[in-house]
C-alpha cells in the first residue's frame, strides 16, 4: 500500500500558479452548478457543494485522465433521485444517500479493478446521444417551477413541459422575470470571450445581487436549505439499505463512467502521456467511496466542470485538487451567504445548461438521423425512455439496445467471398453459386464468429451437389479464438455435404485458439486433422498451404 501511494504522490508532480488559478475559476463555479444539479434532483443544495469537495481532491489525485475533475453532474443527481426512489428510501435522508455513493462507488472501483474498461466501448454514441438529450430535457423540466413559480403536476418529462404550456396564466411575474434577467446577463458575458468560463458566475452574482438589493419576493436557496460556514461532517451510511441498492447502484455507476469515458477524449493529457479508462473507473470509485462519508451525492467525471479548468488554464492534475481545496474555503469563509441565492436565478442557470447539451449534441443527433436507420431508431428508443421512464430503467434499456445494435451491425457486417489467385496474389471476386468440378475453390469468411451470421452465410455459400471432386479451402483468418456452436455446426453441415458429393473442405488461417476449439467441436472427425491448417505469419500463407493440399488431393483421386 505505501508503494502505491508512494506512486500516487510521484503522479502529482509540483502544483504550478496556473493551476491555483484554474482551481479557483473551477471551485467558484461549483458553488451554483452543484447546487443547481443537487436542487434538480431533488437533493439539499448543500449536498451539491459537499460533492466538490472531497471527491473532488480524491478523484483528481488518482485519476488517469489527469485534467478530468471528478464531481456532481446533472445526469448522475437525476439517477440518484431515481434510484432511492424506486429502492423506498427516503431521497432526502443523507444516511441514504450515502449508502448509495458507497455502493456505487465500490461497483465503480470493481469494474476499473477487474479491467472493465472495454465495455464502454460496447455503448454507442447514438445511444448515448439519445441518453444526453433526455437527461437535457429532463433538466430543463426539472426546473419549471424553480423558473415560473408553476410546479407541472406531472411525473412525465414530457408532461411537464405540456402541463407548464397549458397553465401559463398561473405562472408568477417575478420569478418568470428572475429567470429570464439571469439568462440574460449569462448570454451576454457569454458573448465576451475574455469572460467566458465567468459567464455563470458573474450572472449568479450579479442577478443575487440584484434581487437582495430591490428585495423581490422569490424563493431562494435559504427557504430550502441552511448552509453552514463549515466543512462537510463525518457521515455514517445506511448500511441496511445497501443490498436494495446494488442494483441501483450499478445504474448510477454506469452513468457517471459512461460520461467519464468521452472525456479523455475531448481533453489529452498535458505532455501527450496516455489515458487509461480502467485507471479512471479507480479513481472515480475511491472519489465516491471517500465522498460518501463525508455528505457528497454520486459523482464522476464532469465535462463542464473540466472545460472550465481547462479554459482557465489547467496544466495539471492538481488543478482539480485546488478546485476542492478552494471550495472548502469558500464554504467556511462565506456558506452561508449562498442563502441569499434565488432559486429562480439557478433555474435560469439550469435552462443554459440544458439548451447547451441539446446544442453540443445537435451536430451528433443529424449526423445519426442522416446516416444510419438503425443507430438513429436506437437514438430515439434511450430519448423516449430517458423522458418516460425512471432513469435506471432507461439505462438498462439504452445499455440493452446498444448490445442488440452491436450485434445486428456484426452479423450484417458478416460475409462471404471469393478469393482468385492472380500473378499480383490473391483477390477478391463474387462467390460462385456452384462449385467446380476437379477444382479448389478458395472462400473468405469474414465476419466474429457470431451465431446470428450463419443464416447470411448459409444463404452465400455454394451449391455442392452434383460436383466431382471439388475442394472448398475455407479461410477463417479473422475469426476470434471462441466461435459460436452454431458456426461450428456450420462447418460440420458444409463439410459433410462435400464429402457426399466426393469433395472435401479445408480450413485455413485459424489461430492455436481457435483450431483448439475446431478438434473439441468434432470439426477433425469429419474433415480430417490435416484439413485444420493454423495461420501463418506470412499473409494468405495458410490459403496457400490448403491450396498446395487441396490440390494434391485431387491429383490423387484422378485417374
Known amino acids: 500500500m505505501s508503494r502505491k501511494l508512494r506512486k500516487v504522490a510521484s503522479s502529482l508532480g509540483r502544483p504550478r500558479i496556473r493551476d491555483v488559478v484554474a482551481g479557483l475559476v473551477t471551485g467558484l463555479f461549483s458553488i451554483p452548478e452543484g447546487m443547481a444539479y443537487a436542487s434538480i434532483g431533488g437533493f439539499n443544495p448543500v449536498a451539491g457543494l459537499y460533492s466538490g469537495v472531497v471527491s473532488t481532491i480524491v478523484g483528481s489525485m488518482f485519476a488517469r485522465t489527469v485534467l478530468m475533475v471528478t464531481t456532481l453532474t446533472s445526469a448522475l443527481a437525476l439517477t440518484s433521485q431515481s434510484v432511492l426512489s424506486a429502492a423506498g428510501l427516503d431521497p432526502t ?13 465500490a461497483i465503480m472501483l ?8 472495454a465495455m464502454m466501448n460496447f455503448v454507442s454514441n447514438a ?6 438529450t433526455g437527461i437535457a430535457l429532463q433538466i430543463i423540466a426539472g426546473v419549471i417551477h424553480d423558473a415560473t413559480g408553476y410546479r407541472p403536476d406531472s411525473h412525465n418529462t414530457v408532461g411537464k413541459f405540456v402541463d407548464a404550456i397549458v397553465h401559463i396564466p398561473s405562472w408568477q411575474v417575478a420569478p418568470c422575470l428572475v429567470a429570464a434577467g439571469t439568462v440574460a446577463v449569462w448570454a451576454i458575458f457569454h458573448f465576451i470571450k475574455p469572460l467566458e468560463a465567468f459567464a455563470t458566475l458573474i450572472a449568479l452574482v450579479v442577478v443575487t445581487g440584484v434581487v437582495t438589493l430591490i428585495d423581490l419576493d422569490v424563493e431562494t436557496v435559504g427557504d430550502i436549505a441552511s448552509i453552514p460556514n463549515a466543512l462537510p461532517q463525518f457521515l455514517l451510511p445506511n448500511f441496511a439499505a445497501m443490498p436494495e441498492l ?8 454506469l452513468v457517471g463512467l459512461a460520461q467519464a469515458a468521452g472525456i479523455s477524449a475531448a481533453v489529452p493529457n498535458p505532455g501527450g502521456t496516455r489515458p487509461d479508462t480502467n485507471g479512471d473507473f479507480v479513481a472515480q470509485g475511491a472519489a465516491n467511496l471517500a465522498g460518501g462519508f463525508f455528505g457528497a451525492l454520486p459523482t464522476g467525471g464532469s465535462l463542464s466542470r473540466t472545460g472550465v479548468a481547462v479554459s482557465a488554464g489547467a496544466q495539471t492534475r492538481w488543478a482539480g485538487i485546488f478546485a476542492g481545496l478552494w471550495l472548502a474555503a469558500l464554504v467556511v469563509v462565506a456558506g452561508s451567504l449562498a442563502e441569499l441565492i434565488p432559486m429562480p436565478v439557478i433555474g435560469g442557470l439550469i435552462l443554459v445548461i440544458g439548451a447547451e447539451l441539446v446544442v453540443g449534441r445537435w451536430a451528433d443527433i443529424k449526423l ?8 438513429a431508431l436506437a437514438m430515439l428508443i434511450t430519448f423516449a425512455a430517458t423522458t418516460q421512464l425512471p432513469l435506471h430503467t432507461a439505462i438498462l434499456i439504452g445499455a440493452i439496445t446498444s448490445l442488440v445494435l452491436y450485434c445486428v451491425k ?34 473468405h469468411y469474414a465476419g466474429v464468429g457470431l451465431f446470428a451470421e450463419v443464416p447470411r452465410i448459409d444463404e452465400e455459400w455454394p451449391v455442392v451437389t452434383g460436383s466431382h471432386n471439388a475442394v472448398v479451402v475455407l479461410s477463417m483468418a479473422a475469426l476470434p479464438d471462441v466461435p459460436s ?18 469433395g472435401r473442405l479445408f480450413i485455413a488461417g485459424v489461430s492455436p485458439a481457435t483450431g483448439e476449439v475446431l478438434e473439441r467441436g468434432g470439426i477433425g472427425e469429419v474433415v480430417g486433422n490435416d484439413s485444420i491448417i493454423e495461420a501463418t505469419p506470412m499473409i494468405f500463407g495458410a490459403v496457400d498451404d490448403a491450396v498446395s493440399r487441396g490440390r494434391q488431393w485431387i491429383a490423387d483421386r484422378s485417374p
Do not use: C, Y
Open 93 to 105: 435522508d443523507p444516511a441514504n444517500i450515502a449508502a448509495l455513493v458507497i455502493v456505487a462507488g
Open 110 to 117: 470493481l469494474f476499473g479493478l477487474l479491467r472493465f474498461g
Open 127 to 132: 445511444v448515448m446521444t439519445g441518453f444526453t
Open 246 to 253: 446494488l442494483a441501483g447502484g450499478l445504474a448510477v455507476a
Open 368 to 375: 445519426v438521423l442522416r446516416t444510419a436507420p438503425l443507430s
Open 410 to 443: 456484426a452479423a450484417q457486417s458478416a460475409k462471404l467471398v471469393a478469393l482468385r489467385h492472380t500473378n499480383d496474389g490473391w483477390e477478391r471476386s463474387p462467390v460462385p453459386s456452384t462449385v467446380p468440378d476437379n477444382e479448389v475453390t478458395v472462400l
Open 485 to 502: 456452436s452454431k458456426v461450428i455446426t456450420a462447418l460440420k453441415k458444409w463439410a459433410v455435404a462435400l464429402h457426399k458429393n466426393g
